[in-house]
Structures are given as C-alpha cells and as structure tokens.
C-alpha cells in the first residue's frame, strides 16, 4: 500500500514540475535588437519562486550558464542542467542535501520581429525541482499511523477477542453442561432461551422441541413395556396355575389332556400378541416394505365383512352398507388386507349387542374415504386422543379380556406407511366412527 502511494504521489509531483516547467518558458524571448535573452522576472509566475517557496527550484540554463534562477541555487548549477535530457525526470541531490524530483525541459525562446543579421538562436535550459521531504514526511507519518493502527490490532485480538468470544460462547458453554445433566429422569427439562442471543434462539428452540420429543418417546416406551408385561402376565400366569394343577395330579390323563388343550389355546393368545407387536415395530420402524398392485377397495371391504358375518349375525348386529361398485386403488394387497381387517374387527367386536355397523366409501378429490361406524357404549370425547395408543382400551373392555388394543395402533401405522391417515369422530354419544382415507397411488418402497 505505502508503494502503491508513493508511485501516485511521484506521478502527481512530476506532473507538476512539467507544467512549472513549460509555465516558464512561457516568459521567456529573446530581443528584436541583438537576439538576446529577455525574461519577464516580474512575472507571477518567476515571482512565486522568490517568495519562500522552498521546496520548489528554478534554473534557466544557456551554454552551461546560469541565467536566472532561485535564490537559493543562486549560479550553482543543478545536476540535472547539464547532463539531463529534455523532457526527462529524474531524482536528484539538491544543494541543501535533501533528495529531490527535477524535470529538464529545452527549448527556443520565441523572437518577435526580424531576425538580426548573423544571429543564431541558442537553446535555453529550464530545470525545475522540488524537494521529496514533504513526501518523505507524509510516508513516515502513515508508516507510523500504520504502525500504531497495527499495534492496537494486535492489542485487539489478543485482549479484546478472546473476551468476545468468550461472551458469545457462553450460552453454548450453558447449553453443553445442561445437556450433559439430562438423564431419563429428567427429560422434562427445558432450555431457558432468557439473555440468549438471536442468533441462538433457533439452536435452543430445537434442542426443546427434540427434548419433547425424546420425553414423548420414552414415556411410550414406558407405557408400551408396562402394557406388554401386563397382557403376558395373565397367559403366564394361567400356564403356571395350569401346570401347578397337573403337577398335583400327575396320574389323571383327562386332566393332563385339558391343560395341554388350555395350554395350547393360552399360546396362541400369546403367539398372536407378539406378532402384532412385530408388525406394529415393523410398521413403525418403515422397514416393512410396501409393493402397490392394482385393487379395487369396495371388493376388499366386502371380502373382510365376509369373513365377519357369522359373527355380526350370532350377536344381533345389523350390517349396513353404502358403496359404488368400484373404487380403484393402487395399494399393497397384504397390508391393505390387514388394515380392513382391523378396522372392522374393531367395529364388530366393540359394537353394543343388537346395535348397527355403517360401512360407506367413496371417492373425493383423488383420494379414496372408508368410514366405517359402529354403535358403541362407555366411550367419551376425551378417549379418542388416546385410541391409537398401543394396549389401550376402556376400564371395561379390560375386565373382559379377549383384546389386546393393538389393532388400531397397527392400523393407523399402516395407514401412514401407505400415504393415508385414520380419522376418528363421535358424531353421537352412541356412535363412534373410524374414517379411512387412502391416496389412489401408495408410494413404493423396497
């Protein structure tokens, strides 16, 4: 940058020196009479020199004399009046000693008039410098600016910086040492976004919501483990019972043959279990793959309702049904199967005796509606935010036993997995209705 300044300063100041140069010769001719030299030294522009101007030098230079000039040089030439050429610039010694800039420039003073016989006209010499202190001075004085600037730089960075950086670093030094004291206990635990800076407040904000949603998936954890070793406590606990009877009387066949009937009918109950868990952590894990093929849905529903109809007839309920006779469908068959299937298992098993099942399907703006309605007794507004929950189920329907609450949470895994949703309303107190939407293609996965 100094280099850089000191190019242009020079290039300013040689400019400079040439016009001074060329302005002088401008009062310069030569006598009518016998051709000599004739200078206007009472010329503003000679008078400028003789008034203090230091740092500026003249010189009129003919046949390797002085002819005028500064009265600092007096009749010392300069180095650059002799043996310069015209029109050059160039940097020279000045008398006092400083070093200098000097511009040499040769011309022919101008002759009004006739030429005097035998006259030749000599060519004159003019030299003006200038002294480089002032430029020397200006440098020295941005060197030591830059210098001073430099220091406090240097000062900044290494008392100023690391304060900063400390100040802005704290509230994710806070955040670490929170985060290190969060364990399962403690997943309610929020991050206080007090005195945080904005541009942290997102970090915070995210690190809360992911702190709700661990807290939200561990409880289920805990719920889920809690449910599951409460539906395999009461086969255990039979087969126990079972075995201990059997044990009493090792020598009566009939009851050796009953308990293995029961024992047999208890494992399946808990075989049945497990695989709905399986595939509810399948589905909720998407590794279950999906294959779509073409169906048609209201041909799906009618085979699923004949698989229930013994069933609905032997408790007295009436079956009503509203359907057009295709509605085509790009869906995994077994998943889809499965997910009627649940549906209205649901509807059927939870149906008040001598009560009404309503299935009714339509199509609206690409996709497909399945709602199925059941008369129900015993359930509230407030049970339905909890029907999807694995093994959840009514005080009384547990007492019954026979259920395992996991149809409906298999169910609406299913339907996300196939672009859907699940629906559920109480239209009336008595009523509960599960509606199923579909999109008319299911996205693929392997």
């Not at 610039?89 to 070093?99: K, S, T, Y």
């Not at 900044?156 to 004291?181: H, N, Q, T, W």
């Not at 904000?205 to 409880?219: P, V």
Request: hydrophobic share 40%; charged share 25%; proline share 5%.
């Amino acid at each position: 940058m100094l280099l850089a300044m000191r190019i242009w300063m020079l290039r300013q100041i040689d400019a400079d020196l040439d016009s001074r140069a060329r302005a002088i010769g401008t009062e310069l001719g030569l006598d009518e009479r016998n051709g000599s030299l004739e200078i206007e030294r009472d010329s503003p522009i000679l008078m400028q020199y003789s008034e203090g101007q230091d740092d500026f030098y003249y010189q009129i230079v003919q046949q390797g004399s002085v002819v005028e000039g500064s009265p600092v040089v007096a009749n010392e030439l300069l180095p650059a009046a002799s043996d310069m050429q015209s029109g050059s610039i160039h940097r020279v010694q000045l008398p006092e000693g400083h070093a200098g800039r000097a511009v040499v420039l040769e011309l022919l003073p101008e002759l009004e008039g006739e030429v005097p016989p035998g006259f030749t006209p000599r060519p004159v010499r003019i030299v003006v410098a200038r002294s480089l202190e002032d430029l020397s001075r200006i440098q020295a004085g941005v060197l030591i600016g830059l210098g001073f600037c430099a220091l406090l730089g240097i000062l900044f960075v290494r008392f100023s910086v690391p304060r900063i950086l400390r100040s802005g670093l704290d509230p994710l030094d806070r955040l670490a040492r929170e985060l290190e004291e969060i364990r399962q206990h403690n997943l309610d635990r929020r991050f206080s976004e007090a005195a945080v800076p904005a541009e942290l407040g997102p970090v915070y904000r995210e690190f809360n919501n992911l702190m709700e949603r661990l807290e939200q998936a561990f409880a289920r954890e805990q719920r889920l483990t809690a449910d599951m070793a409460h539906e395999l406590r009461t086969p255990v606990a039979e087969m126990r019972a079972m075995l201990e009877v059997a044990g009493k009387y090792p020598q009566d066949q009939a009851l050796a043959v009953d308990t293995m009937r029961d024992m047999h009918a208890v494992v399946l109950q808990m075989q049945g279990i497990v695989n709905l868990l399986l595939s509810l952590a399948r589905s909720e894990s998407g590794s279950q793959s999906i294959k779509p093929v073409e169906l048609e849905l209201c041909t799906e529903v009618r085979k699923q309702l004949s698989l229930l109809g013994n069933g609905l007839e032997a408790a007295g309920i009436t079956l009503e049904c509203s359907m057009p006779e295709a509605l085509p469908i790009a869906c995994d068959e077994t998943m889809l199967g499965s997910l009627l299937h649940n549906l209205l298992e649901n509807a059927s098993e939870y149906c008040s005796p001598g009560g009404q099942v309503r299935v009714g399907a339509w199509s609206d703006a690409g996709e497909l509606h399945l709602r199925i309605c059941n008369s129900c007794s015993g359930l509230e507004q407030a049970d339905l935010a909890r029907l999807f929950e694995p093994f959840w189920r009514r005080e009384s329907v547990v007492d019954e036993g026979g259920h395992s609450g996991l149809g409906l949470s298999i169910a609406s895994s299913f339907t996300t997995l196939l672009g859907g949703r699940l629906e559920a309303s109480m239209p009336a107190s008595s009523t509960f209705c599960i509606e199923l939407i579909l999109p008319r293609q299911s996205v693929v996965s392997e």
